[in-house]
């Protein structure tokens, strides 16, 4: 199976911004589709920092079918707020991919934005990994 995860993690801040975010697999299932593709499940503990000093922590649902990585994440920073994010990446393109923010509360309420990040390192046999991005001003 070609399986590459990613993850990105969203904060708010304001200016351009960088953040750094390391994840562990803790569930994963593959079915195949009968299409000659495989249909992978899986879900991510995640925590990250941005160049700024966000810390956050949190969870995400993702999916890989035709490619094609789709998936939400739950992420909650240092002072309880909590980052609603949607993820995309053609894995057969590589490893960078767009990261949504789709909403909020306390700072991240009525914020919306993307950033791009990239999967910098993975190991699938110990089920972990690391991403960075860039996120314009949200």
């Known amino acids: 199976i070609l399986l590459l995860i990613t993850f990105f993690n ?11 975010s390391v994840f562990k697999i ?14 992978v499940n899986f879900t ?5 920092i941005t160049d700024t000093g966000i810390t956050t922590e949190g969870k995400c649902v993702l999916t890989i079918k035709n490619n094609i990585l789709e998936g939400n994440c739950e992420n909650t920073d240092q002072d309880g707020d909590i980052s609603y994010t949607s993820n995309y ?8 991919g767009k990261a949504t923010r789709i909403g909020g509360t306390g700072k991240y309420a009525n914020k919306k934005g993307s950033c791009i990040y990239e ?4 190991n ?7 991403a960075e ?6």
């Open 10 to 20: 969203l904060n708010i801040a304001l200016a351009d911004y960088k953040t750094n």
């Open 89 to 96: 990446r053609d894995v057969a393109k590589g490893n960078v």
């Open 26 to 39: 803790t569930s994963l299932d593959s079915v195949n589709t009968g299409d000659n593709n495989r249909l």
């Open 44 to 48: 991510l503990d995640i925590t990250g």
């Open 124 to 130: 699938l046999k110990l089920g972990i990994g690391a």
């Open 133 to 138: 991005g860039t996120c314009p001003d949200l």
């Open 119 to 122: 999967v910098i390192v993975r």
